[in-house]
């Protein structure tokens, strides 16, 4: 059985790869603007079932995976910035808090009537605000493009104060469900998903453990 990630993000190909699958990349066609009144989790639910559904009625015999990545403040939803200067804003709103990170993934498999979506949420703590440091990680370019303005994996990791959750949820993809789904439509994991998340072997994945 073919396995398509609906995604062009570089960290979910990367993530899914830690599985030991062979799968393919697929572009998925949705609009992802924020619905007023919508919450983060319902909002991050839906968008991954657009991007599942957008692949999976043209490549209808195929296992697709959709996910999305949304962060609530205060129950507000963060979505990804469009310029450096709301990057700036939004972590500035971050910093000396706490927020959640939700990443939901669907698994769409036509052919038996498979359709489920599911959501894995971590916490994240930022440390308080300071603007060398932001205004450092802003110059990296780094925040455009990211949930929230920042990357676990990546440089927006020195932001962070702790994080309580499974770790490849906020890089994008949580490993530990996508396996789980993966394995009720049929798809043989190679790989011990105990011993992959003790292995930690993803960037800053085992220095966050530590926090």
């Given at each position: 059985?073919?396995?398509?990630?609906?995604?062009?993000?570089?960290?979910?190909?990367?993530?899914l790869e830690l599985l030991g699958i062979s799968?393919?990349?697929?572009?998925?066609?949705?609009?992802?603007?924020?619905?007023?009144?919508?919450?983060?989790?319902?909002?991050?639910?839906?968008?991954?079932?657009?991007?599942?559904?957008?692949?999976?009625?043209?490549?209808?015999?195929?296992?697709?995976?959709?996910?999305?990545?949304?962060?609530?403040?205060?129950?507000?939803?963060?979505?990804?910035?469009?310029?450096?200067?709301?990057?700036?804003?939004?972590?500035?709103?971050?910093?000396?808090?706490?927020h959640l990170v939700h990443t939901a993934v669907?698994?769409?498999?036509?052919?038996?009537?498979?359709?489920?979506?599911?959501?894995?949420?971590?916490?994240?703590?930022?440390k308080p605000y300071d603007a060398g440091a932001?205004?450092?990680?802003?110059?990296?370019?780094?925040?455009?493009?990211?949930?929230?303005?920042?990357?676990?994996?990546?440089?927006?990791?020195?932001?962070?104060?702790?994080?309580?959750?499974?770790?490849?949820?906020?890089?994008?993809?949580?490993?530990?469900?996508?396996?789980?789904?993966?394995?009720?439509?049929?798809?043989?994991?190679?790989?011990?998903?105990?011993?992959?998340?003790?292995?930690?072997?993803?960037?800053?994945?085992?220095?966050?453990?530590?926090?």
């Amino acid at each position: 059985m073919r396995v398509v990630l609906a995604s062009t993000s570089p960290r979910r190909r990367a993530l899914l790869e830690l599985l030991g699958i062979s799968f393919e990349v697929c572009s998925p066609s949705c609009d992802e603007c924020l619905v007023p009144g919508r919450s983060a989790r319902e909002s991050a639910s839906f968008f991954a079932q657009a991007k599942a559904h957008s692949v999976a009625q043209v490549d209808s015999e195929a296992i697709v995976l959709g996910s999305d990545t949304l962060i609530e403040l205060d129950g507000v939803v963060i979505g990804k910035p469009s310029d450096l200067d709301e990057a700036r804003k939004m972590l500035r709103a971050l910093a000396g808090r706490r927020h959640l990170v939700h990443t939901a993934v669907t698994l769409s498999f036509f052919p038996r009537l498979i359709d489920r979506t599911e959501i894995e949420t971590a916490h994240v703590w930022m440390k308080p605000y300071d603007a060398g440091a932001h205004e450092q990680y802003l110059a990296t370019g780094d925040s455009l493009g990211k949930a929230g303005a920042y990357s676990v994996q990546g440089p927006g990791s020195d932001l962070i104060e702790r994080l309580e959750g499974d770790f490849t949820a906020v890089v994008g993809l949580p490993l530990r469900l996508v396996a789980e789904l993966l394995a009720q439509a049929g798809v043989l994991i190679p790989v011990d998903i105990d011993r992959l998340y003790d292995s930690k072997p993803f960037e800053n994945w085992a220095r966050m453990a530590r926090m």
